[in-house]
RNA sequence: GCCGACAUGGCGAAAUGGCAGACGCAUGGGACUUAAAAUCCCUUGGAGGGCAACUUCCGUGCGGGUUCGAGUCCCGCUGUCGGUACCA
């Protein structure tokens, strides 16, 4: 016994599971929701969030750790600093790896899952982490997946508004369709319907809604992998091979469901500005979503009636357009071919059919193509040009067709060169006055010119700017009705199904060759209980196997697909808020608070709101002598302040939202609900004219944009003139049939001079062209805008310093920076639509940690032998180690290299700790240190520990645990050399150290005799005072170069400074004779001198 | 090719435009010990000078610039890593 113990430093290995036991059994991190005995509600919350594992069979490896530990630190950091904080865990445990485990192992993959995750759970629990396992979720527990499938009801059910651009029950598009000639009436005025209508004329009524489904049917070619036996999605595919296991993928036309997502690419690009997301995140979704601009034009086929569209960005060069490819699978192929043509073009499109996307990519290099034989005819200059096929253009991206500018296209001149087409410069990268810039000119190019320039030989746009020649065009199409402008992405729609056992099944049955949704009350549907669930090695799933199962009814069958694994990982964090609710996804009043429905984005400090406030007054007084005014202030959302920001280059940021009161207490009333509360501070400033109201309701509109408040109510721009005067209103769609006046704009004055009053929140109203065109110029609006550099402002962008509106931190890998991200986002926002979630955005704050490398600085692989197992670390050294390591490594989205020496580092800095507390007598027992006394502290023990509280709380705010600990380790240096030492030092030192080593520290609390637990004491404050230092070192420099160091008292004068500095030694000696040009002197830094 | 991130001792790394290298690892030396382990103390960017206290010069990938002052800001390179690839 006492061998084994003279061997550790310090017994970890007894009181780390003993202090493991104790959270356990008092719940310690259990958090409460609204509602529940005992619930808080004068806390604010904090949700802290990591990235739930897949549960796979080896275990953790220690690169888990590294984001759970950090997030565990936050976590522990905000409860002691009074915030209610939820912090779950769960497992991500459908999915193909599980299933291929299962398979390799010939287990069911349920055996194989319920093993693993008692395997992690064990494990995470032996690193101490303080999660809430009362909160726990596994999204293949028939609990939690009758959810999931219930949020695809969602999307079945749902529609996207060509309008509102928001998702919608699908039962309004059917109320629209049974009652036209009452919402005709109705929605009249509001100019929706005209847009509906058109959407329905001539169309079967069923066929619509089918073909509007945010679920839906899709027959289209997806990537097959045979390997797998399973789709894949475009996500899941790279470089021609799927993302798991490397196999190739084919593209074959198969029945599949497909996810809507692209309805939302301008929402999923526009709300990422919004996000503190580290840039290259946001980066990397803007290219997946992949916007472009430009526009479609329709070119004719000559001698036949046949007419094809192209898309280009560049429709300024449609003059050097020299000839059009279609894509081999476009459909006016075979109708324009000439015979001559048609044997090799027919043998061109089946080779290209049998190409897979990876022989198509591989054999990119080296451009092929034939020529169908017709000619098209340039719309803006009557050209007669060929048109040829080649499968460099995709079908699948824009129009599948293209007009050729081998000049300005790097593509389009290496397929010219190759097969001697001509090339035709139109883009000059300098203006070209006179001299050969009209007309037509023949001289090719000798470089492709991508840039942007000058047009040339463009008829009309000769000799203008690219961005103006692209707008002209544009307008000169436009009014010949040959082209439009077009907005593109290269985003697909998500390919839902796959052909697999381990999955979520759809709540879908088929009849007659028609789908139907099962009943909300049908759900969960289980699975069927195979043993044989091997994939079938054909397109059929293997759910066919299970007969019984698949039969409906006499007359209706199971849909056979499964979900895909991100499913169930897309509303995850949604469901810790919740996660034994029966009756519905999520208890709203829970999700609300949890998920920051009513906080502003920037909260700011009730002095400064106020003065914000009178600024505001002041302004709207200025503009309107004499006119009273009704406003209440809120707080600029991000979307709208941004939308401001673009539309008119005025910084925005800490700028108010103005509203009107009668507005609020309207909505507020018939919503039932309060909408706008505190802290969204509404507050009256002066009498209105709002009588005036009822009249501007009643005076004919104009719609001019349509969108969505951040309450999450549908909102209708209009534009109205009541007795000269120009109102811009925005009316909110409550419900049904609901009509309320939110917020007013207020201009007066003709159209042409008006300035807008005041801005309302909807970003899309804001940013529309429509607003910013009716004013006759750009919207000016002149707020005085806060200085977001200001100290109070940056920090509250800070982890933790204030709530946030969504997941306050989350905390994963990059791996996921597409897919899981993307994903997740999409179906929030189409539940924030359908009113289930408060908030636009799930995440607010994401933070990725950085990969963890071997100890050769290899990427961690069985295979090398480098992979460190996180076991092995607990046994020798302790959790606390552990943790303490991983986050002494570097800065958390740093990659870094693991080193087994740096972990006995910090953990002979946890044994220093232990032994400011305990020492070993000569039998090798551990006893209370005798050196530990109650005594006060002396000056120079207060001043080191008052800095390390307020570093380190700092350091946590900032994500920046390694400086942190580094502090702890000077704190620890500095209480070890004292003798006698302070008990009370000794016990700040271990209570801020909680939330990095908590085991120690509960251990350590307790032996010093702390009451409680350590994980439970409040965050201790620091005294400023004691800080400042008496006397200060200062540099002083002479030209730069430091000669001597001074010390002056704290409150010395600037002249006192001068001449103490002047008078050194050193300094004398190098200034001697010279003159001084300078003297700069930053207090508390340095000095410098110039002389000459 | 394009996009993004990064570049500081032997190593992991610190540094609101203000003393480069905090803290840790590894080195070398010392104390304790019969010895070892553990622990404690000191040393350590490079080059040079002094018996010494000490001291001089050079140093943040390369070249410029802004500044009294640059690892930090700007311009131009180079290299490494990550992502992506016919998206018209």
Same mark, same amino acid.
């Given at each position: 016994?006492?061998?084994?113990?003279?061997?550790?430093?310090?017994?970890?290995?007894?009181?780390?599971?003993?202090?493991?036991?104790?959270?356990?059994?008092?719940?310690?991190?259990?958090?409460?929701?609204?509602?529940?005995?005992?619930?808080?509600?004068?806390?604010?919350?904090?949700?802290?969030?990591?990235?739930?594992?897949?549960?796979?069979?080896?275990?953790?490896?220690?690169?888990?750790?590294?984001?759970?530990?950090?997030?565990?630190?936050?976590?522990?950091?905000?409860?002691?600093?009074?915030?209610?904080?939820?912090?779950?865990?769960?497992?991500?445990?459908?999915?193909?790896?599980?299933?291929?485990?299962?398979?390799?192992?010939?287990?069911?993959?349920?055996?194989?899952?319920?093993?693993?995750?008692?395997?992690?759970?064990?494990?995470?629990?032996?690193?101490?982490?303080?999660?809430?396992?009362?909160?726990?979720?596994?999204?293949?527990?028939?609990?939690?997946?009758?959810?999931?499938?219930?949020?695809?009801?969602?999307?079945?059910?749902?529609?996207?508004?060509?309008?509102?651009?928001?998702?919608?029950?699908?039962?309004?598009?059917?109320?629209?369709?049974?009652?036209?000639?009452?919402?005709?009436?109705?929605?009249?005025?509001?100019?929706?319907?005209?847009?509906?209508?058109?959407?329905?004329?001539?169309?079967?009524?069923?066929?619509?809604?089918?073909?509007?489904?945010?679920?839906?049917?899709?027959?289209?070619?997806?990537?097959?992998?045979?390997?797998?036996?399973?789709?894949?999605?475009?996500?899941?595919?790279?470089?021609?091979?799927?993302?798991?296991?490397?196999?190739?993928?084919?593209?074959?036309?198969?029945?599949?469901?497909?996810?809507? &997502?692209?309805? #939302?690419?301008?929402?999923?690009?526009?709300?990422?500005?919004?996000?503190?997301?580290?840039?290259?995140?946001?980066?990397?979704?803007?290219?997946? &979503?992949?916007?472009?601009?430009?526009?479609?034009?329709?070119?004719?086929?000559?001698?036949?009636?046949?007419?094809?569209?192209?898309?280009?960005?560049?429709?300024?060069?449609?003059?050097?357009?020299?000839?059009?490819?279609?894509?081999?699978?476009?459909?006016?192929?075979?109708?324009?071919?000439?015979?001559?043509?048609?044997?090799?073009?027919?043998?061109?499109?089946?080779?290209?059919?049998?190409?897979?996307?990876?022989?198509?990519?591989?054999?990119?290099?080296?451009?092929?193509?034939?020529?169908?034989?017709?000619?098209?005819?340039?719309?803006?200059?009557?050209?007669?040009?060929?048109?040829?096929?080649?499968?460099?253009?995709?079908?699948?991206?824009?129009?599948?067709?293209?007009?050729?500018?081998?000049?300005?296209?790097?593509?389009?001149?290496?397929?010219?060169?190759?097969?001697?087409?001509?090339?035709?410069?139109?883009?000059?990268?300098?203006?070209?006055?006179?001299?050969?810039?009209?007309?037509?000119?023949?001289?090719?190019?000798?470089?492709?010119?991508?840039?942007?320039?000058?047009? &040339?030989?463009?008829?009309?746009?000769?000799?203008?700017?690219?961005?103006?020649?692209?707008?002209?065009?544009?307008?000169?199409?436009?009014?010949?009705?040959?082209?439009?402008?077009?907005?593109?992405?290269?985003?697909?729609?998500?390919?839902?199904?796959?052909?697999? #056992?381990?999955?979520?099944?759809?709540?879908?049955?088929?009849?007659?060759?028609?789908?139907?949704?099962?009943?909300?009350?049908?759900?969960?549907?289980?699975?069927?209980?195979?043993?044989?669930?091997?994939?079938?090695?054909?397109?059929?799933?293997?759910?066919?196997?299970?007969?019984?199962?698949?039969?409906?009814?006499?007359?209706?069958?199971?849909?056979?697909?499964?979900?895909?694994?991100?499913?169930?990982?897309?509303?995850?964090?949604?469901?810790?808020?919740?996660?034994?609710?029966?009756?519905?996804?999520?208890?709203?009043?829970?999700?609300?608070?949890?998920?920051?429905?009513?906080?502003?984005?920037?909260?700011?400090?009730?002095?400064?709101?106020?003065?914000?406030?009178?600024?505001?007054?002041?302004?709207?007084?200025?503009?309107?002598?004499?006119?009273?005014?009704?406003?209440?202030?809120?707080?600029?959302?991000?979307?709208?302040?941004?939308?401001?920001?673009?539309?008119?280059?005025?910084?925005?940021?800490?700028?108010?939202?103005?509203?009107?009161?009668?507005?609020?207490?309207?909505?507020?009333?018939?919503?039932?609900?309060?909408?706008?509360?505190?802290?969204?501070?509404?507050?009256?400033?002066?009498?209105?004219?709002?009588?005036?109201?009822?009249?501007?309701?009643?005076?004919?509109?104009?719609?001019?944009?349509?969108?969505?408040?951040?309450?999450?109510?549908?909102?209708?721009?209009?534009?109205?003139?009541?007795?000269?005067?120009?109102?811009?209103?925005?009316?909110?769609?409550?419900?049904?049939?609901?009509?309320? &006046?939110?917020?007013?704009?207020?201009?007066?004055?003709?159209?042409?001079?008006?300035?807008?009053?005041?801005?309302?929140?909807?970003?899309?109203?804001?940013?529309?062209?429509?607003?910013?065109?009716?004013?006759?110029?750009?919207?000016?609006?002149?707020?005085?805008?806060?200085?977001?550099?200001?100290?109070?402002?940056?920090?509250?962008?800070?982890?933790?310093?204030?709530?946030?509106?969504?997941?306050?931190?989350?905390?994963?890998?990059?791996?996921?920076?597409?897919?899981?991200?993307?994903?997740?986002?999409?179906?929030?926002?189409?539940?924030?639509?359908?009113?289930?979630?408060?908030?636009?955005?799930?995440?607010?704050?994401?933070?990725?940690?950085?990969?963890?490398?071997?100890?050769?600085?290899?990427?961690?692989?069985?295979?090398?032998?480098?992979?460190?197992?996180?076991?092995?670390?607990?046994?020798?050294?302790?959790?606390?180690?552990?943790?303490?390591?991983?986050?002494?490594?570097?800065?958390?989205?740093?990659?870094?290299?693991?080193?087994?020496?740096?972990?006995?580092?910090?953990?002979?800095?946890?044994?220093?700790?232990?032994?400011?507390?305990?020492?070993?007598?000569?039998?090798?027992?551990?006893?209370?240190?005798?050196?530990?006394?109650?005594?006060?502290?002396?000056?120079?023990?207060?001043?080191?520990?008052?800095?390390?509280?307020?570093?380190?709380?700092?350091?946590?705010?900032?994500?920046?645990?390694?400086?942190?600990?580094?502090?702890?380790?000077?704190?620890?240096?500095?209480?070890?050399?004292?003798?006698?030492?302070?008990?009370?030092?000794?016990?700040?030192?271990?209570?801020?150290?909680?939330?990095?080593?908590?085991?120690?520290?509960?251990?350590?609390?307790?032996?010093?005799?702390?009451?409680?637990?350590?994980?439970?004491?409040?965050?201790?404050?620091?005294?400023?005072?004691?800080?400042?230092?008496?006397?200060?070192?200062?540099?002083?420099?002479?030209?730069?170069?430091?000669?001597?160091?001074?010390?002056?008292?704290?409150?010395?004068?600037?002249?006192?400074?001068?001449?103490?500095?002047?008078?050194?030694?050193?300094?004398?000696?190098?200034?001697?004779?010279?003159?001084?040009?300078?003297?700069?002197?930053?207090?508390?830094?340095?000095?410098?001198?110039?002389?000459?």
């Amino acid at each position: 016994m006492s061998t084994e113990q003279r061997r550790r430093p310090f017994p970890f290995d007894q009181f780390e599971p003993k202090w493991q036991r104790v959270w356990d059994e008092r719940q310690t991190f259990h958090v409460l929701n609204p509602g529940e005995p005992g619930f808080d509600a004068s806390k604010p919350k904090y949700y802290v969030l990591d990235m739930f594992p897949y549960p796979s069979g080896s275990g953790l490896h220690v690169g888990h750790p590294e984001g759970y530990t950090a997030t565990d630190i936050i976590g522990r950091f905000k409860r002691m600093s009074g915030f209610n904080v939820l912090h779950p865990m769960g497992w991500d445990a459908f999915g193909l790896p599980a299933e291929q485990y299962a398979i390799k192992t010939g287990q069911h993959p349920r055996a194989t899952t319920e093993a693993n995750v008692a395997t992690f759970k064990k494990q995470l629990q032996a690193i101490g982490f303080g999660y809430d396992w009362q909160r726990e979720v596994n999204t293949t527990d028939p609990g939690y997946f009758k959810w999931t499938q219930w949020i695809f009801l969602q999307l079945y059910n749902s529609y996207l508004d060509p309008i509102l651009k928001i998702a919608r029950p699908m039962k309004y598009l059917e109320d629209a369709l049974s009652e036209e000639p009452k919402l005709q009436h109705e929605w009249q005025e509001s100019g929706w319907l005209l847009t509906l209508h058109d959407m329905f004329k001539g169309t079967d009524q069923s066929d619509l809604i089918e073909r509007n489904r945010l679920a839906y049917i899709s027959h289209a070619p997806v990537n097959w992998c045979p390997e797998l036996g399973t789709v894949l999605s475009n996500e899941e595919v790279i470089d021609g091979k799927s993302e798991v296991g490397g196999h190739p993928v084919d593209r074959r036309p198969m029945r599949q469901w497909m996810l809507r &997502i692209t309805a #939302y690419g301008q929402r999923l690009i526009d709300d990422l500005d919004g996000l503190d997301w580290p840039e290259s995140i946001k980066m990397h979704q803007r290219n997946w &979503i992949g916007r472009s601009e430009g526009a479609t034009v329709m070119f004719t086929v000559e001698g036949s009636s046949e007419k094809f569209l192209v898309y280009t960005t560049r429709p300024d060069t449609i003059y050097g357009a020299t000839y059009t490819v279609l894509a081999p699978e476009h459909f006016s192929i075979d109708v324009i071919t000439t015979d001559e043509q048609r044997a090799v073009v027919r043998e061109y499109r089946e080779k290209a059919a049998s190409k897979s996307d990876l022989e198509r990519s591989e054999l990119a290099k080296e451009k092929t193509g034939v020529f169908t034989g017709a000619f098209a005819i340039n719309p803006v200059s009557g050209e007669r040009i060929p048109i040829w096929v080649a499968d460099y253009v995709l079908p699948s991206y824009g129009t599948g067709a293209i007009m050729a500018v081998p000049a300005h296209d790097e593509r389009d001149w290496e397929f010219a060169r190759k097969f001697a087409l001509p090339i035709r410069e139109v883009v000059s990268p300098e203006p070209r006055l006179g001299l050969g810039g009209g007309g037509v000119c023949d001289a090719e190019p000798l470089e492709v010119f991508c840039g942007e320039g000058f047009a &040339i030989h463009s008829g009309p746009l000769d000799g203008l700017p690219t961005s103006e020649a692209k707008a002209e065009i544009i307008r000169r199409l436009q009014e010949t009705g040959v082209g439009k402008s077009r907005i593109q992405f290269k985003l697909r729609d998500w390919l839902f199904s796959r052909q697999r #056992y381990w999955g979520e099944p759809f709540p879908i049955v088929w009849e007659n060759g028609k789908h139907r949704a099962l009943d909300e009350s049908e759900l969960p549907l289980l699975p069927p209980e195979l043993l044989d669930f091997k994939p079938t090695g054909t397109p059929e799933p293997p759910l066919s196997k299970a007969t019984d199962w698949v039969r409906y009814s006499d007359t209706a069958t199971r849909e056979l697909n499964t979900m895909p694994q991100w499913a169930g990982s897309c509303w995850y964090y949604l469901r810790y808020i919740d996660p034994t609710n029966n009756e519905r996804p999520f208890d709203r009043k829970a999700e609300q608070y949890w998920m920051g429905a009513n906080i502003p984005p920037y909260p700011k400090d009730p002095a400064k709101v106020r003065s914000e406030l009178h600024k505001m007054l002041e302004y709207c007084r200025a503009r309107h002598s004499g006119e009273r005014h009704r406003l209440a202030l809120g707080y600029v959302d991000e979307t709208a302040a941004r939308a401001i920001r673009e539309a008119t280059g005025v910084d925005t940021r800490g700028m108010f939202h103005v509203l009107d009161t009668y507005a609020i207490n309207h909505i507020n009333k018939t919503h039932g609900a309060p909408i706008i509360e505190e802290p969204r501070g509404q507050i009256a400033v002066t009498d209105d004219d709002y009588e005036m109201i009822p009249s501007v309701l009643a005076a004919p509109d104009r719609i001019i944009n349509a969108g969505k408040s951040h309450q999450g109510l549908d909102v209708l721009c209009f534009v109205k003139q009541v007795n000269g005067t120009i109102f811009v209103v925005e009316e909110v769609r409550a419900a049904k049939n609901t009509l309320s &006046i939110v917020t007013m704009w207020k201009k007066k004055g003709t159209a042409s001079d008006a300035d807008i009053v005041a801005c309302s929140s909807t970003s899309k109203t804001l940013r529309s062209p429509e607003v910013l065109t009716h004013f006759g110029k750009p919207v000016k609006l002149e707020l005085e805008s806060a200085d977001m550099t200001a100290p109070e402002y940056r920090d509250s962008r800070k982890v933790g310093a204030s709530p946030s509106p969504g997941v306050d931190l989350y905390v994963g890998g990059t791996e996921h920076a597409v897919l899981h991200l993307l994903y997740a986002r999409f179906w929030h926002k189409v539940l924030f639509d359908l009113g289930h979630v408060s908030t636009p955005e799930p995440f607010q704050r994401l933070v990725n940690q950085g990969l963890i490398l071997g100890e050769d600085g290899q990427k961690m692989s069985k295979s090398r032998g480098n992979v460190v197992n996180p076991d092995d670390v607990i046994k020798e050294y302790g959790a606390d180690a552990l943790r303490l390591y991983e986050m002494f490594m570097g800065p958390l989205e740093a990659t870094k290299p693991w080193s087994m020496s740096g972990v006995e580092g910090v953990f002979r800095f946890l044994a220093r700790v232990w032994r400011l507390v305990m020492e070993e007598n000569a039998e090798g027992e551990w006893l209370p240190s005798t050196t530990l006394q109650d005594i006060p502290m002396d000056k120079a023990t207060a001043k080191v520990v008052h800095a390390t509280i307020k570093k380190v709380g700092e350091d946590i705010e900032a994500l920046s645990f390694n400086t942190a600990i580094s502090q702890m380790m000077v704190c620890t240096n500095a209480l070890t050399s004292a003798n006698p030492r302070s008990r009370e030092a000794v016990r700040l030192l271990v209570t801020i150290l909680g939330p990095f080593a908590p085991h120690l520290a509960e251990e350590l609390w307790e032996r010093t005799g702390g009451t409680g637990l350590a994980a439970d004491q409040p965050w201790p404050g620091y005294d400023p005072a004691l800080l400042i230092e008496d006397e200060i070192e200062m540099p002083v420099q002479v030209n730069g170069k430091i000669r001597e160091k001074i010390v002056v008292k704290k409150d010395a004068t600037q002249p006192e400074i001068e001449a103490i500095a002047k008078a050194a030694p050193k300094v004398a000696e190098a200034i001697a004779g010279k003159e001084i040009k300078k003297l700069i002197v930053v207090p508390g830094r340095l000095v410098n001198i110039v002389v000459g």
